[in-house]
């Protein structure tokens, strides 16, 4: 028996993605190990705004017109973007304006996996806080840059 801090669970993947009793990430059975990115231009970003339609709608013409983003995902849910990183395909993970129930179980697990967890001033997230940035600490200063970025075009 195992003690879950969080726990998300994707039925179509089959996979669960919860933390061990002794605080690691896990994918399954197997403790999770972080991708290491040499430079976020290399990174395969997730990016979330919001929910409503107007915020998707912004959202997707910011991304049209920006030269650094190949391919434009709008799953909605931050837990389906959290399955990504937590199997490498990934590295990192920008939500803005997204619940409490939503951002609680992605912060955890990104910080027992070994990511930094921010908000999207760069400061260290806290449960009042309504977005999140989660990557690979090297690329952290270069992540909040983006996200900055982004949340200008997106106000």
């Known amino acids: 028996s195992q003690l879950f801090t969080a ?3 994707l039925p ?3 996979k669960v993605f919860w933390v061990n009793q002794d605080g690691k990430s896990c994918v399954n059975e197997s403790v999770f190990i972080p991708n290491e990115v040499s430079d976020i231009d290399n990174a395969v970003l997730l ?3 919001g929910k409503t339609k107007k915020a998707v709608s912004q959202f997707k013409a910011f991304l049209s017109h920006s030269e650094k983003f190949r391919t434009i995902r709008c799953f909605g849910a931050v837990c389906a973007d959290v399955s990504s990183m937590l199997s490498k395909t990934a590295t990192a993970h920008v939500v803005f ?3 409490l129930h939503d951002l609680a179980p992605a912060a955890c697990l990104y910080q027992h996996a070994g990511f930094s967890v921010v908000n999207a001033k760069g400061k260290d997230w806290k449960i009042s ?3 999140l940035l989660a990557t690979d600490p090297k ?3 270069d992540l909040v840059e983006i996200a900055t970025q982004i949340r200008e ?3």
């Open 7 to 9: 726990a998300i669970y």
């Open 153 to 155: 075009h997106l106000t």
């Open 12 to 14: 179509a993947s089959k």
């Open 97 to 99: 304006d997204a619940d």
């Open 47 to 49: 990016i979330e705004k």
């Open 129 to 131: 806080d309504r977005d």
């Open 139 to 141: 690329n952290l200063k």
